[in-house]
T-cell receptor
Framework: NTKITQSPRYLILGRANKSLECEQH?????MYWYKQSAEKPPELMFL???????RNETVPSRFIPECPDSSKLLLHISAVDPEDSAVYFC????????????FGHGTKLSVL | GDSVTQTEGLVTLTEGLPVMLNCTYQ???????LFWYVQHLNESPRLLLK?????KRTEHQGFHATLHKSSSSFHLQKSSAQLSDSALYYC???????????FGTGTTVSVSP
């Protein structure tokens, strides 16, 4: 799916800080960050609608989202923990009605 | 709270045989959206089917499902499995209110020749 791009694809971190980036070229209003740990379904972390943070699930404070414009989403991570090892998917949908989510290819985070 | 139940963790079958994956849900909302997402190995989830209409069959790529609100079910079926159907299948629930998409635990389908 080249219409939602995420970078980087793979990330190996110790205790460093890093940001994940996402951009969608679909003209969607809603953008999401999902976390998928091994052998588990995706879990919502954050939901933005028209650049406004709508949903903020129970996520450690070391994860800070940012939506600089309606097509871009960032996830700033500081002082990662081993439990943060997972694939982080960016997704978007036309509206917040969740009619259909389009997922990016994900960023696989491995914490040393 | 809302939840989605997929009873099978792993389904193994031979190519050409029918597939049926179970999905039931619980929700307080009278107009739920139900979805099937498919996730191939090392890929992102992709929408396979969706429905919010009671008792109406929806089809895509040989798969079909019917939302039955009376039994809170949205089972996925295919008449003849192909090798390329090997993947992880998630049933998911939402409504129109911008709540999180709630995924079931997933069913891995493994199709062999």
């Amino acid at each position: 799916n080249t219409k939602i791009t995420q970078s980087p694809r793979y990330l190996i971190l110790g205790r460093a800080n890093k940001s994940l980036e996402c951009e969608q070229h679909l003209g969607h209003n809603a953008m999401y960050w999902y976390k998928q740990s091994a052998e588990k379904p995706p879990e919502l972390m954050f939901l933005y609608n028209l650049k406004q943070l709508i949903r903020n699930e129970t996520v450690p404070s070391r994860f800070i989202p940012e939506c600089p414009d309606s097509s871009k989403l960032l996830l700033h991570i500081s002082a990662v923990d081993p439990e943060d090892s997972a694939v982080y998917f960016c997704a978007s949908s036309p509206t917040i009605s969740n009619e259909r989510l389009f997922f990016g290819h994900g960023t696989k985070l491995s914490v040393l | 709270g809302d939840s989605v139940t997929q009873t099978e963790g792993l389904v193994t079958l031979t190519e050409g045989l029918p597939v049926m994956l179970n999905c039931t849900y619980q929700t307080i909302y009278s107009n739920p959206f139900l979805f099937w997402y498919v996730q191939h190995l090392n890929e992102s989830p992709r929408l396979l089917l969706k429905s919010f209409t009671d008792n109406k069959r929806t089809e895509h790529q040989g798969f079909h499902a019917t939302l039955h609100k009376s039994s809170s079910s949205f089972h996925l079926q295919k008449s003849s499995a192909q090798l390329s159907d090997s993947a992880l299948y998630y049933c998911a629930l939402s409504d129109q209110g911008g709540r999180a998409l709630i995924f079931g635990t997933g069913t891995t389908v493994s199709v062999s020749p």
